[in-house]
């Protein structure tokens, strides 16, 4: 069984910055990518980051892109959020997820980390 366990969200002020970190354990597996997702309260999930690990290719919902930036860790499948200008509509839960192939569907979720940004 592979685990993934996010940590670092909290509550922060409009403006300030926040990094997220996800690390996978449990069964080995080969990670094609790894990304985020947050859902704010009443909303759908929505995707934020992600990252192909062959090549490592960074992709960003067009609401992030310029103020996050999505990393992986040198050691195995470990994944980081750095979120910079932080703004109250960045609020939600963030979940992170990892996929073995390029389908669309992810394999593995974290149980997800609070966001909150007061204005």
């Known amino acids: 069984q592979v685990q993934l366990v996010e940590s670092g969200g909290g509550l922060v002020q409009a403006g300030d910055s926040l990094r997220l970190s996800c690390a996978a354990s449990g069964r080995t597996f080969s990670a094609y990518a790894m990304a985020w997702f947050r859902q704010a309260p009443g909303k759908d999930r929505e995707f934020v980051a992600a990252?192909?690990?062959?090549?490592?290719?960074?992709r960003y919902a067009d609401s992030v892109e310029g103020r996050f930036t999505i990393s992986r860790g040198r050691a195995g499948n470990t994944v980081y959020l750095q979120m910079n200008s932080l703004k109250p509509e960045d609020t939600g839960v963030y979940y992170c997820?990892?996929?073995?192939?390029?389908?669309?569907?992810?394999?593995?979720w974290g149980q997800g980390t609070q966001v909150t940004v007061s204005s």
């Open positions: 997820a990892a996929k073995r192939s390029k389908t669309p569907e992810y394999d593995y």
């Open positions: 990252m192909i690990w062959g090549g490592n290719t960074a």
